[in-house]
């Protein structure tokens, strides 16, 4: 009997423990352990962050290094294609190049500036109008007995819009000289000059020996007179461009679309 209540005395204490344990885990230890794995994830999260911002750092300070390489090369920029057309200096530019190369540019002149669109895009003809004419199998006759494909495509190359501020200026020059320094004044033009010169067409023409007249130094027979065309751009400043729209506005009507002569300047 008494065996029986020791027994019953140690299950009751073992049970007891159990509780006391259960609850201490429930009240005390859970909460503690769920917050301990809740700021070891945000301590994972914030190193993470942190690594990522010093990867961004990195390359801030790395493009920062980059800077007057960057610099450079928009002044360099800006110099081939500036912000006015500066037509002025770019003939003062030719005579320069023509002296050193031996060549005579007997001509120079600036044509009217035209604005920059991209290229057009042909239209691809529509679904129904294939359908119609392989339906028909032959062109529809109109009234005057000519015929026309029933379902002939009417669209051509589609009209870009112009570049806003892009603007492309005619350039004819004329050189005179010894093949040698003409083509010799070409290259240094295209090559080596600040201003962006695209050539479009050149035309060449044999000279025989003649006594200088009309402005036009003496030749030697085999001397090569040269006609260059081609184009010089201007890129007017978007921030300028902003400004002269709301001076046009206030002053007055501002240019038709498309008209250049906003962007252009002989400056």
């Not at 962050?49 to 928009?74: D, I, K, V, W």
């Not at 005057?144 to 806003?164: C, L, M």
Request: without cysteine; glycine residues 10%; negative net charge.
């Amino acid at each position: 009997m008494e065996n029986v209540k020791k027994s019953t005395w140690v299950a009751g204490t073992v049970l007891l423990a159990v509780a006391i344990l259960a609850l201490s885990w429930f009240v005390l230890i859970s909460p503690v352990v769920a917050k301990t794995a809740r700021a070891a994830e945000d301590t994972q999260i914030a190193e993470d962050r942190n690594s990522t911002l010093a990867a961004q750092l990195a390359r801030l300070e790395q493009q920062f290094a980059e800077l007057g390489s960057y610099e450079e090369q928009l002044a360099l920029i800006e110099r081939e294609i500036p912000a006015t057309g500066r037509t002025s200096d770019f003939l003062r530019t030719v005579d320069s190049i023509a002296a050193a190369s031996g060549a005579a540019v007997v001509d120079a002149s600036v044509g009217v500036p035209e604005a920059v669109a991209p290229a057009a895009v042909e239209a691809a003809p529509s679904s129904g109008d294939a359908t119609e004419e392989g339906a028909s199998g032959e062109g529809a006759t109109d009234a005057d007995g000519s015929e026309e494909g029933a379902g002939a495509s009417t669209s051509g190359p589609s009209a870009a819009a112009p570049i806003p501020g892009f603007v492309a200026v005619p350039v004819t020059i004329t050189a005179l000289g010894n093949p040698v320094d003409v083509l010799s004044f070409l290259g240094t033009l295209q090559e080596d000059s600040d201003r962006l010169f695209l050539v479009t067409s050149l035309d060449g023409t044999g000279q025989d020996e003649a006594e200088a007249s009309g402005g036009r130094p003496a030749t030697a027979k085999g001397d090569l007179e040269l006609l260059i065309s081609g184009y010089v751009y201007v890129l007017q400043d978007p921030t300028a461009a902003a400004g002269d729209a709301t001076e046009q506005g206030e002053s007055g009507a501002p240019p038709a679309a498309g008209d250049p002569s906003g962007a252009f300047s002989n400056a």
